[in-house]
């Protein structure tokens, strides 16, 4: 899959950890978005379904962190900082988390344009 190629080009990293943090995005995405928002930006990626089973549970650390910060109102942080844990189940450095995003997002653009990367790009910033 060409966003994986890319994950592991750019970040240095093998397929799994790719195809997990990638996972990871996008689980976030459909959680925050809802099934029919988010089958926008599945019908737009290719391969999008498989990468979600790749993500493993975000659960640890990094889950409830993500949970407080979104009760006191640090929407967005609470949104990426829910991901740490699943990243760290992947061996890969929590400030990975921000080099993901880019990557993803230009990919989400390539195939399905601005408006698909709006939507995304809600959830991530």
Avoid: W
């Avoid at 397929?15 to 976030?28: H, M, R, T, V």
């Avoid at 889950?63 to 991901?83: E, R, T």
């Amino acid at each position: 899959m060409e966003l994986i190629k890319q994950l592991v080009d750019q970040l240095g990293i093998n397929k799994e950890q790719a195809e997990g943090g990638a996972g990871l995005l996008f689980n976030l995405a459909k959680k925050k978005l809802g099934e029919d928002v988010f089958k926008k930006i599945a019908d737009a990626v290719p391969g999008v379904q498989d990468l979600l089973k790749s993500a493993p549970s975000e659960g640890g650390v990094g889950g409830m962190l993500g949970k407080l910060a979104s009760k006191v109102g640090a929407g967005d942080l609470g949104n990426l900082a829910g991901l740490a844990g699943g990243f760290k189940k992947l061996n890969l450095d929590t400030g990975l988390i921000s080099k993901f995003v880019p990557i993803v997002m230009d990919f989400v653009q390539s195939k399905g344009g601005d408006a698909v990367k709006r939507l995304l790009e809600s959830v991530l910033k």
